[in-house]
């Protein structure tokens, strides 16, 4: 029973918190899509750590589409090995980890320790920052350690599969019951940061930022410099 909850209920629950959750804040407060930049309050750190944290997301997102969603098969296909696809996936993976987990630990002492910026941050924000922090760090660690002084477990056979259908709404749920704990945790973690999603700041996610790392930094001028002269 316990199985059919966390690999049935528990994923189409969230994913369902999610949705309605995005619709109403779309639907009600759509101002509050938008993350607010502080960058007025301090530009050092996050010159760095927004960097850090954002390429590291889309460097992590993309590892995970080629792991979870396209199919063993495809790669076998492509004459890409087993051995040639978790070498790829270490160290592509790992540096992707460890890009936002630097990313978030800058920002979030960056947000703790700058007044100015401390006082303008909600529970949310903390939330989002540790919430992230957990779940790349667990699949950091399953990245760069488990699969090198453990074992390289093929989760392309497993999770891979059961990821693939529950959108089919064919959920193979036994394929998770034999999965290492620690990537199970790594994937109810990551399904509950899904569900909080609508509540955070990290709705932002969904309009497509791909650009943020590259945007053109945000300008402010002092007045005083445009007030006239008396002579």
Not at 33 to 57: C, D, N, V
Not at 157 to 182: A, H
Not at 195 to 200: E, L, R
Not at 204 to 211: D, E, L, W
Request: hydrophobic share 50%.
């Amino acid at each position: 029973m316990s199985g059919i909850f966390w690999w049935v209920i528990f994923p189409y629950v969230t994913l369902a918190i999610m949705v309605v959750g995005l619709l109403y804040r779309y639907a009600f407060r759509q101002k509050s899509w938008s993350a607010p930049s502080t960058e007025m309050f301090e530009k050092k750190w996050l010159r760095i750590g927004s960097p850090l944290f954002h390429w590291g997301i889309i460097f992590a997102f993309a590892g995970h589409i080629m792991g979870m969603v396209i199919p063993k098969g495809v790669y076998e296909f492509l004459g890409i090995t087993d051995e040639l696809y978790h070498i790829g996936a270490i160290y592509g993976g790992g540096l992707a980890g460890l890009m936002v987990i630097a990313g978030l630990i800058i920002l979030l002492i960056r947000k703790m320790t700058i007044d100015r910026i401390r006082v303008h941050a909600t529970f949310s924000d903390f939330f989002s920052v540790f919430a992230l922090l957990i779940v790349s760090g667990m699949g950091t660690y399953m990245t760069i350690i488990y699969n090198t002084t453990v074992v390289s477990y093929e989760y392309r056979t497993t999770i891979g599969p059961w990821f693939r259908s529950l959108f089919t709404f064919q959920p193979e749920y036994q394929l998770m019951l034999e999965v290492p704990f620690i990537f199970q945790a790594h994937i109810i973690a990551a399904f509950a940061l899904f569900a909080s999603i609508p509540f955070t700041r990290l709705i932002h996610f969904y309009s497509a930022p791909v650009t943020y790392p590259s945007r053109a930094p945000q300008q402010y001028r002092s007045r005083s410099q445009y007030k006239k002269k008396s002579f």
